[in-house]
DNA sequence: ATCGTTTGAGACAGTCTTGTTTCAAAACGA
DNA sequence: TCGTTTTGAAACAAGACTGTCTCAAACGAT
């Protein structure tokens, strides 16, 4: 068994998605890995995670970063605001998949640092949903803030999606960004 | 203090919502009362779990009984199933509100009746959803499977705004129509 | 084969939660 | 006012989870 520290974390993850209370005992069987080697790696329940929403939280800032927001807002041109929404349903696909967990576990933030940076995040992207709608992209008839709502909303519905097996993992980006950018409206 | 039942559970549904997993204390504390009254109405976690899981799968099978898509889907023409598409954001407002909580706690339905009933809701959902497809109501690229699941997120994220007051509630219902039905492209 | 490291199993105390019980105080109705 | 009912506070046992510790077995490199 190697008993790798990041190995753990992502097993941990994989099970705290399906069951978002699972005891430390549970999520160590989870990573084949017994109680004792689980707390040499993780000292405590609250330091894994907190290790998780790092790892999330980064992950998200990583997918924003990937789909340049940052960018296509300063530019503001449609062009450049549709290419980063595409590219934002693209990498929040793989997100979801390995920090979803995040998405309705609150838990994980108790850390100042951690609020500070969801904070940043959440502002980062209101402000790329205010550049798209002001550039004609995005519809102007929604707070900003709701679209940020929506997206998360959709991740969710999109892990159930996923998690029972109701659509396939290649149909996830598609069937994210039609739902996100045209409803499903004839 | 008056301690009825039906408080009761009305107010361990809002603790719920804002706290997944609350306490008997915490939760006899938000109802403003003792845990021994608690415990005097609901004999255990358990059933108190399964009080609200029933209610909760109740009022959804009220939503879509008001919304009438058993009888648009029946009827299939774009008319009816157009109105009971309305009808349907319509009526979910109010259940997002009351039984939102339910919306991610799987946790009560450890009862068998209770699995059976969501999944009879989730049928007759899919076939509305499934009619409205074949009308040219809602679109065909999608699996009718999807469409409910997108219901879901939609209903998720509208939640967590009206927590978090970053929507108003008289935007709700056209937020979640427009969203659901046009997406937010402009 | 040997030495040093890592692991699993188990025991342990401490804490929290649950559900029950008791008893006195408060609320209530006649 | 009096008697009944409801309530809150407290104590309690039982169980679960956490975090720590010990020790023997397994492992890996030399």
Redesign the pocket.
């Known amino acids: ?4 520290r990041e190995q753990i974390a992502r097993a941990a993850i994989r099970r705290l998605n399906a069951d978002p209370v ?7 069987e989870s990573a ?17 995670m907190t290790e998780l929403g790092r790892e999330s939280v980064g992950s998200w800032r990583r997918v924003l970063d990937d789909a340049g927001i940052d960018e296509a807002a300063a530019l503001g041109t449609p062009e450049a605001l549709n290419a980063a929404l595409d590219s934002l349903c693209h990498h929040w696909i793989r997100d979801v998949e390995e920090y979803g967990f995040a998405l309705t576990e609150t838990a994980a933030y108790g850390q100042d640092d951690l609020l500070v940076a969801v904070e940043e995040q959440h502002a980062r992207e209101n402000a790329f949903y205010a550049a798209a709608q002001k550039a004609g992209v995005l519809r102007a008839d929604m707070p900003e803030v709701w679209i940020g709502h929506l997206a998360f909303g959709l991740l969710v519905g999109l892990r159930e999606a996923l998690r029972r097996g109701d659509i396939a993992v290649r149909d996830a980006e598609r069937l994210l960004r039609e739902s996100f950018l045209r409803g499903c409206a004839a």
């Open positions: 068994m190697v008993a790798n699972a005891s430390m005992a549970e999520i160590a084949g890995v017994s109680r004792a080697t689980l707390h040499r790696h993780f000292a405590s329940r609250e330091e894994l």
